[in-house]
């Protein structure tokens, strides 16, 4: 997954050509995460990264494609955060660690915005089945990067035998949508700090047990 | 919280009238789930409903206004379903049953359109405020529907003393969304499946603990 392809139309960009490119998909993923895929038209676009429509469509075919690079670009951000977080994570206090930034994140956002996946799932799940697609392999890798922070865990023995590594992941990924998307409507962070805080809680109860 | 106010413009409506409006809140409900908010024109409504441009403009001011009663139609389809399914929620037993609910309601739509108020949350948050405070209300609602279940289980004795029902509420409600939203992407019930069940279990952990 990555938001910079090395060429267009099988010609390789330029240096300048990635940076103009790289222009248009920040714009775009900055606007549709504000405003919605729907309500950004290609207008927007072009005035927010300052380029002309030959300029938009010598990199993109139209708005799909663009939404594609979209997806990758939140994908990539987002899979960032959430890997350097989650890679070190062998006991309860870096899962706790990885918590706080997520809490942090959403602080200094004002809980504005939501999870730019989570997002851009609810907004394109059911009218743009490719994206649907991409989104479902996006989730799927932040799963993974939860589910290697568990395993070590599991590995090292803080986490008992008995706990299913995969639905445990799964169920803390749900846990961080549902509460960014509740704290996203009710504009502050209890939400999303009460769900993981449970989750992570269920997992320590556990290992107690 | 209701779709059906009893006048339009202080003229009270005949029952032709009523029916005439609930056919365009039904209908706008189901194009704004399935194609989202901006991209339900006033035509698609009107075609979907049979009704001519002065009869919608006759109930609604404007797209806004309909949006508003969107909004109530869905919170009342949303709470009706949990209403009925956490009312009688007095020991996990209970609680399993109201889980099952939500997932053959999932598999009957085959994971398609998510959360109705979670997707018009993610979808309006940002763009409109009105819009925002309702969705806070309805989630607000929904959990208090929730918390009484867990009240009544502590009262009973069968959760611990020590339980924080109000951020145990949140926290299933986050499993919920962020199930709904994962099982929507991915097109299958184990997401939702195990966030709800993670958060029951957690309940039960400190049941036994």
Chains 1, 2 share one sequence.
């Not at 200094?108 to 989570?118: A, D, E, M, S, W």
Request: hydrophobic letters at 45%; proline letters at 3%; glycine letters at 6%.
């Amino acid at each position: 997954m990555t938001s910079t392809p090395a060429s267009v139309s099988g010609r390789p960009l330029t240096a300048k050509g990635l940076a103009t490119r790289a222009r248009i998909v920040a714009s775009a993923s900055d606007l549709m995460l504000k405003l919605g895929v729907d309500r950004t038209t290609i207008d927007d676009i072009q005035r927010a990264a300052t380029v002309t429509t030959s300029q938009l469509y010598h990199y993109f075919v139209d708005k799909n494609d663009l939404i594609m690079a979209v997806i990758d670009y939140q994908t990539d951000a987002v899979l960032d955060v959430h890997r350097t977080a989650l890679e070190s994570v062998d006991d309860f206090d870096g899962l706790v660690a990885w918590r706080d930034t997520i809490v942090e994140v959403l602080t200094r956002q004002h809980c504005v915005g939501g999870c730019p996946l989570g997002s851009l799932a609810s907004d394109l799940a059911e009218v743009n089945p490719r994206a649907r697609a991409a989104l479902e392999r996006s989730f799927g890798a932040w799963e993974s990067l939860l589910r290697q922070g568990l395993a070590t865990m599991h590995a090292r023995g803080i986490l008992p035998p008995d706990v299913d590594l995969d639905r445990a992941a799964l169920a803390l990924l749900a846990a961080v949508q549902g509460g960014l998307l509740l704290s996203q409507t009710r504009r502050d962070t209890v939400a999303l700090e009460s769900a993981i805080d449970f989750a992570i809680d269920s997992l320590r109860l556990r290992a107690a047990a």
